[in-house]
């Protein structure tokens, strides 16, 4: 990690490769410079909370002007470590799990999923999108001689605090989790959750309750 990131407030961070997209498609269409108020309708945060993000990242808007979008995307190159690929790992190759493998996640940042594991064996020894797919016997073993320091969790959620548990036993430092289950980590490892269904619904309550707001 680039040590300029240790002044980032997380909530920041957590928007930064959401920035970081927005600006690699605007520099493809040879966008040279952009504004705050672009920014904000393109990616869906306000205004301010931008050019608060971006104060962080050093004097880099100029009034009138807007952001040199080469510069920021320069910045954020730097700052995601995304000149380098980052290797995961996914657990758990069921409808989810299959449809991450078949999707080209280099296409967008640095981050590809270099091995898959699962208990089946009529998938185990298969490959899915050029992804390899092995014994949950070898995870502990295969993830630390990769050194594999993220996973993807998308296994049935009976099985997800087990498989954690086993996983503290490697160098694994984050976990995607997709599963609804609530996991227990110790502090050092950082746990993202994303529960599909609970989204789904969220988005389906807004619709219904607030119609007419922005
Ligand atoms: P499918 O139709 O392939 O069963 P699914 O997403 O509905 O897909 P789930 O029951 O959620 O299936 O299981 C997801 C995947 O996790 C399956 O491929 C299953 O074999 C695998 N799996 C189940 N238990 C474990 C485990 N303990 N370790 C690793 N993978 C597991």
Redesign the pocket.
Known sequence: MNQDQNKIPRATAKRLPLYYRFLQNLSASGKKRVSSAELSEAVKVDSATIRRDFSYFGALGKKGYGYNVQSLLAFFRKTLDQDEVTNVAL????????AFLQYNFLKNNNTKIAMA????PK?IGTTIGGVQIFD?NEMQQKIRAEGIIAVIL???VQ?AQ??TDELMETNIKGILNFTPARLNVPPAIRVHHIDLAVELQSLVYFLKNYPEEE
């Open positions: 657990i758990g190759v069921g409808n989810l799990g299959t594991f699962d208990v089946d998938k949950m998308t296994v049935p099985v087990t498989i």
